[in-house]
């Protein structure tokens, strides 16, 4: 995979929705709610053309019934990869255009974190210009190693993490 960063795209939210929209027609009532996350969900930020949806549903282990609706929309279904009690979803391959975290309702620290961590860059432009301009450098460093990509943004990240739930608690 080839990794590419880029000026925010307002046409992303568009693509989330439709999207959505096909989720909804294959989860029905299994879906509590569907969010918009990620980099591609924050005005003004640089990312990955890289469309990230958050699903909270009422069972996590109901959700792998549905993985050939998910297949015929073009999703790899991949299970927990790497976090208990998620399910993961992406779809384009190489080129991917699209991917799914998916948790049970009451997995409140995974859903939260991902909230809180999008909401909080939405409301600090200068932490969010910081975080992309971090982001374009090391695609720019490492193209094709998505490791040393992820390695490299992880402190970052952490911390905005660490900030962004402070910040959720204290708006409470």
């Given at each position: ?101 998916a948790f049970q309702y009451d997995n409140i620290q995974e859903i939260e974190r991902h909230l809180s961590f999008r ?54």
């Amino acid at each position: 995979m080839y990794i590419t960063v880029v000026e925010y795209d307002p046409n992303w939210k568009n693509e989330y929705l439709k999207e959505e929209h096909a989720i909804k027609e294959i989860l029905q009532d299994e879906l509590v709610n569907s969010f918009h996350i990620g980099s591609t969900s924050v005005p003004n930020l640089k990312a990955k053309p890289i469309i990230d949806i958050l699903l909270v549903v009422n069972d996590i282990n109901e959700l792998d019934t549905y993985s050939a609706q998910f297949e015929n929309l073009g999703y790899e279904v991949m299970g927990e990869f790497g976090i208990k009690g998620r399910r993961y979803f992406r779809k384009g391959g190489d080129h991917r255009t699209h991917q799914i975290h998916a948790f049970q309702y009451d997995n409140i620290q995974e859903i939260e974190r991902h909230l809180s961590f999008r909401d909080y860059l939405r409301l600090n432009p200068g932490i969010c210009k910081e975080y992309g301009e971090i982001k374009s450098k090391l695609a720019d460093k490492y193209p094709t190693d998505i490791d040393s990509y992820g390695d490299g943004k992880d402190d970052f990240v952490k911390k905005i993490e660490k900030e962004a739930l402070q910040w959720h608690w204290s708006i409470r």
